[in-house]
Nanobody
Framework: QVQLVESGGGLVQPGGSLRLSCAVS????????LGWYHQALGKQRELIAV???????NYADSVKGRFTISRDNAKNTVYLQMNSLKPEDTARYYC?????????WGQGTQVTVSS
């Protein structure tokens, strides 16, 4: 059974940093494209960062230069380093693993940016 478990969310002040982790089990991690999405209250889930099996990355304009996605295939984990956080980054953050139309989601972790 494939499982994705996010962690690392919490409450942080504007300008602060957090690192989210998503541990993947039950499948061959290295072949998947991995993405981080966020969903603010009342809004649609949006893709903010993606990393391919080959390590290529892409970011939404809203997080470019502030967030960094990375993966550790030895640990079956994908990370999202979030710096210079803004109140508008407040959302639930989800990771997704996808391979040729087959995809799995985690349950999400809440990030709240507030003073």
């Amino acid at each position: 059974q494939v499982q994705l478990v996010e962690s690392g969310g919490g409450l942080v002040q504007p300008g602060g940093s957090l690192r989210l982790s998503c541990a993947v089990s039950g499948t061959r991690f290295s072949i998947y494209t991995l993405g981080w999405y966020h969903q603010a209250l009342g809004k649609q889930r949006e893709l903010i960062a993606v990393i391919t099996s080959g390590g290529s990355t892409n970011y939404a304009d809203s997080v470019k230069g502030r967030f960094t996605i990375s993966r550790d295939n030895a640990k079956n984990t994908v990370y999202l380093q979030m710096n210079s956080l803004k109140p508008e980054d407040t959302a639930r953050y989800y990771c997704k693993a996808e391979w040729y139309g087959v995809y799995y989601w985690g349950q999400g972790t809440q990030v709240t940016v507030s003073s």
